[in-house]
């Protein structure tokens, strides 16, 4: 069955540290997102792409990167993490569907504390 | 700029009606979306209605939707249990392509 993983499901790093977050998809779909959740604040689009090549911002993308060499992954990259960054980090991939019927698939989620 | 807002808190009796609120602001929104979201676990999508829509059924769900007050409703019947969790209102963002705007989630407590 097609699914999306992410891994780490947790992880623990200090300040300062580079960190990346996988997201796999076999769904073959164009469309990938990450989004953070905070308490009172739901889901929060940190970076999304398109297709392969293509990487977008977010409302949230200070801190963050995003690559997309192939269609199946989109790591996001804390360049140098802050405890701001401290999180539930979701990654979710949909279809290109006109007109805005579409249905995001979520992963399992990766927890992140940043000491 | 667009948003998305819920009350963040309901509880409910078991084998009651849950109702939950959702109001938004992207008036060009074609899809609005619940999603559900178990703990420890990733959202899913629950339903959707089409925004010349009013009303959608399916089983123990029914979406309300009014478009002249931007206001989305969820209505669980004879709520159980295992309907505890965390309930998301989302719209499409017409000013991007497949992009979705959440709110801040609905937690749901079902209790005896």
């Known amino acids: 069955d097609a699914e999306i993983t992410q891994s780490p499901r947790h992880k623990i790093t200090e300040t300062g540290r580079q960190v990346t977050l996988a997201c796999h998809q076999t769904?073959?779909?164009?469309?990938m997102f990450w989004y953070r959740q905070d308490l009172g604040h739901g889901l929060r689009l940190i970076h999304y792409?398109?297709?392969?090549?293509?990487?977008n911002k977010g409302e949230v993308s200070d801190g963050y990167s995003v690559s997309r060499s192939n269609t199946e992954d989109l790591p996001l990259t804390l360049e140098s993490a802050a405890s701001s960054q401290t999180s539930v980090y979701f990654c979710?991939?949909?279809?290109?569907?006109?007109?805005?019927?579409?249905?995001?698939?979520f992963g399992p989620g990766t927890r992140l504390l940043v000491l | 700029g667009e948003d998305v807002e819920q009350s963040l808190f309901l509880s409910v009796r078991e084998g009651d009606s849950s109702v939950i609120n959702c109001t938004y602001t992207?008036?060009?929104?074609?899809?609005l979306y619940w999603y559900k979201q178990e703990p420890g676990a990733g959202l899913q999508l629950l339903t959707y209605?089409?925004?010349?829509?009013d009303m959608k059924q399916d089983q123990r769900l029914t979406v309300l939707l009014n478009k002249k007050d931007k206001h989305l409703s969820l209505r669980i019947a004879d709520t159980q249990t295992g309907d505890s969790a965390i309930y998301f209102c989302?719209?499409?963002?017409?000013?991007?392509?497949?992009?979705?705007?959440f709110g801040a989630g609905t937690r749901l407590a079902v209790h005896p």
């Open positions: 979710a991939s949909s279809e290109s569907l006109a007109g805005g019927k579409e249905t995001q698939y």
């Open positions: 769904w073959n779909h164009n469309n």
């Open positions: 792409s398109y297709g392969v090549q293509d990487t």
């Open positions: 992207d008036s060009s929104s074609t899809y």
């Open positions: 209605i089409f925004s010349n829509m």
């Open positions: 989302a719209e499409n963002f017409s000013g991007g392509y497949n992009k979705l705007i």
